[in-house]
């Protein structure tokens, strides 16, 4: 799905990357209330918290390069409606894959959150590659090596199943 086309300003991009940020923070914190893991709640918390950072980042951005410095975090986020999360789907479809998550099989749980990073990697990516303006390829890229923490997290916690932590 493309919500940019390389010729956005920075404004537009950062409120689009904030809504993207604030649907996946709303689809873990979701998914934590449902994994009846302990360990899989746990990771899927840590995630929402970075999720959290991600739009504080983006928000101090954006409040820097505008006239809405008296606007706190949670007044811009009302604004921002939206259930967009990364990768371009919606909270509700993310939410609807979760369905079919078994929430008891850590791995399955991992996996799943690993695709969906993998997916908002490629999407800002991606969308490095095609934005022009030059403050576009930098937040995107930025984004992406966040993306790529949040693999990084998962795939860590993947190689932690062969301990007796998930036994």
């Known amino acids: 799905m493309a919500l940019f086309h390389g010729d956005e300003d920075i404004l537009q991009i950062l409120t689009v990357s904030f809504l993207l940020e604030n ?14 893991y302990p360990s899989a709640a746990k990771t899927f918390e840590t995630l929402s918290k970075v999720e959290d950072k ?33 990768g371009g789907g919606t909270v509700l479809q993310g939410l609807a894959k979760a369905e079919n998550v078994d929430f008891t099989n850590i791995k399955e749980v991992l996996d799943f959150a690993l695709e969906r990073e993998q997916e908002s990697f490629d999407f800002y990516s991606a969308n490095a590659k095609a934005a022009s303006e030059s403050g576009a390829k930098v937040l995107f890229n930025e984004l ?18 062969t301990s007796s932590v998930y036994r």
């Open 23 to 36: 649907g996946m923070q709303q689809f873990y914190e979701k998914a934590s209330v449902k994994a009846s």
């Open 54 to 86: 991600h739009m504080l980042n983006i928000f101090n951005l954006y409040s820097g390069l505008t006239e809405e410095k008296a606007l706190t975090i949670d007044e811009f986020k009302a604004r921002m409606k939206s259930d967009i999360m990364e």
């Open 144 to 161: 992406a090596e966040s993306e790529a923490h949040h693999i990084a997290i998962i795939k860590k916690e993947l190689t932690a199943m």
